[in-house]
């Protein structure tokens, strides 16, 4: 029962935790540079079709 009430608490808080649109951008020099001034991460996505 406990595994469902923390089931439930982490799905409850994740749906009121949304910070809104994430703004995507290809310039790493100027994503480092917003996320510096806002205080936030960077997530840097990899691809390559090999």
């Known amino acids: 029962m406990r ?3 923390l ?3 982490v799905l409850a808080a994740a749906g009121t935790a949304s910070a ?3 703004q995507w951008t290809k310039n790493y020099d100027e994503a480092l540079a917003s996320a ?3 205080g936030k ?3 840097l ?3 390559a079709d090999w």
């Open 7 to 9: 089931a439930a608490a």
């Open 3 to 5: 595994h469902v009430m």
């Open 36 to 38: 510096k001034q806002s």
């Open 41 to 43: 991460l960077v997530h």
């Open 20 to 22: 809104g649109e994430v």
């Open 45 to 47: 996505h990899f691809y």
